[in-house]
Structure formats: structure tokens, C-alpha cells
């Protein structure tokens, strides 16, 4: 007998910098983590696989599982995305292991890269000096987690950016954040997406604002509604939210998103989505 299953976790969804406050509340405040648990069991032993997409200042709020097996993927180096890693708790638990992967950027592997932000005299630790065990992965097109399967893409983004695909006993979710559409990239991500159960896209800016945003390196919803209807994705939802936009404008928003497509959405604190 075996089984399967698998849920995704929003842990952070602003964009940018972290912000707070009763304006707030709803969407969120806390910077880019989303924790995708994959859950197997076969001949009556479970396996739990935690991957956490991104390391914002969200990931602090992460409740990691006492038997989980634990990965973390970096989109990219920037401050928003990996804030939160030296507070994510299972870094101070003594010989835990935790797989770190990160695409080169700027002449610098996975672990170069963190530890230029994680040291002296930025920061006192270097991430390898704290109780657990991590262990840097530097990125590859194609590779496994346990039993999940994962495929990347790099986006539009100044420095890059990384796109992944997590495959896992059918199901497919897609993490598209800081993606800056052109016409090739539209196309790129189109053929990756199709027929994923969930994609998670970069929704920052509104139409409006976009034309005095571009190159800032990410997209629109309207533009993810697009994607996802010709790929033929189940459901998305919308994240990286601009510190601007606070959560009763969101709701007008997204009134408007859902008329579109009842299956999509904007991402909020700690919401789950089961797949």
C-alpha cells in the first residue's frame, strides 16, 4: 500500500521589503516564502519532503515538521528573497540537515553568494557556522528532491532569476516570481506551465502602474491570466504584492481577478492550498 499527497503553505508574499500594520493584515507583510510539503508512504513508512521556495523574511514563521527532510530553493540572491534565512528555525537545530540550492550569480556559486550577505561584519555567522547542517547545492536544469522532480528555467530579472517546476506523484506547481514578461519569456513560461495544477506568478504592479515599472524586473496579473488560460494551468495565484498596495485595495483587486477566473487569486498569510 502506498499514498501521496501534497500542499503548498504561504508563508510570505510582499514584494520588496517586508511591511506592517492593520492595513496589512490579510495579504500579508512578510517577504517571499511559500513551503511546498510533499508527503509519500509506502509499506507503512511515511516520508515528509519540506522544499521552501525562497527565504523572505516569511520563512521565519516556518514550522518545520520534527521528521521532515528539509530543501530550500533560492530564485535568487536578492535581499527580499533571503532575509529571513538565518532566522528560519530548523538553522538552530543542532545537526539537522538542510539542502540549500541556488543558481550562480555574478561569479558567485550558492554558497559564495550567501555567505557574502551571512558574515562578518554584516552579520556575525556565516550560515555553515550555525547548529544544523547545511549543505549548498548549486543549481542544475533538472533534478530530484526524494520522490519530487524539479525543472528550472532562468527569467527576466536584473542579476536573473530562477523559474521551477515541482513534480510529485502527478501534480505539478510552478513558481514564477520576479518575472519580467517579454514576448519570448511569455512563450517560455507558457510551454513550462502547461497543464501545472498551481502556479504561483508575480503579480506586483497593476496595468497602470507597469509602464513606469518596467525593468524593475517583474509582471502583472492580467498578463498571469493570460498565461495561465493558454497553458491550461488549474489555478493561480498572485504574489510578491507591492508594499504599496494595501489589503482593501487587494480586495477590490482581486474581486476583479476572481470575475476573470474563479480559480485564480491573490496569495495571503498563511493561506493552504491542498492539490
Not at 235 to 258: C, G, L, R, V
Request: with cysteine; glycine share 10%; charged share 25%.
Amino acid at each position: 500500500m502506498s499514498r501521496s499527497g501534497l500542499s503548498v503553505k504561504v508563508l510570505g508574499c510582499r514584494g520588496s521589503v517586508p511591511i506592517e500594520g492593520e492595513d496589512y493584515k490579510i495579504y500579508g507583510g512578510a517577504t517571499s516564502s511559500i513551503c511546498m510539503t510533499a508527503i509519500s508512504e509506502e509499506n507503512g513508512r511515511e516520508t515528509v519532503e519540506e522544499i521552501y521556495l525562497d527565504a523572505g523574511s516569511g520563512i521565519v514563521s516556518a514550522e518545520p515538521g520534527q521528521d521532515s527532510n528539509i530543501s530550500i530553493l533560492i530564485s535568487h540572491m536578492h535581499l527580499d528573497h533571503l532575509m529571513g534565512l538565518t532566522f528560519f528555525p530548523a538553522l538552530s537545530q543542532k545537526g539537522r540537515k538542510i539542502d540549500i540550492y541556488a543558481a550562480a550569480r555574478n561569479g558567485l556559486n550558492t554558497q559564495e553568494g550567501i555567505d557574502r550577505l551571512f558574515s562578518p561584519p554584516f552579520w556575525p555567522l556565516k550560515v555553515t557556522d550555525y547548529p544544523s547542517n547545511a549543505v549548498y547545492h548549486d543549481l542544475e536544469e533538472k533534478f530530484s528532491i526524494g520522490k519530487v522532480n524539479i525543472e528550472t528555467i532562468e527569467v527576466n530579472h536584473p542579476g536573473g532569476s530562477t523559474t521551477y517546476k515541482l513534480e510529485f506523484a502527478g501534480k505539478t506547481v510552478v513558481y514564477a516570481v520576479d518575472f519580467e514578461h517579454n514576448d519570448e519569456k511569455i512563450r517560455e513560461l507558457t510551454e513550462f506551465a502547461r497543464n501545472c495544477d498551481l502556479m504561483i506568478y508575480d503579480g506586483q504592479y497593476s496595468e497602470q502602474e507597469y509602464p513606469g515599472c518596467y525593468g524593475f524586473g517583474h509582471s502583472i496579473p492580467e498578463l498571469g491570466l493570460d498565461i495561465a488560460k493558454a497553458a491550461g494551468v488549474k489555478e493561480i495565484i498572485f504574489t510578491h504584492h507591492s508594499p504599496s498596495h494595501n489589503d482593501a485595495y487587494m480586495q477590490k483587486w482581486e474581486e476583479k481577478i476572481k470575475n476573470i477566473n474563479p480559480k485564480a487569486g491573490f496569495a495571503k498569510a498563511g493561506m493552504v492550498i491542498e492539490i
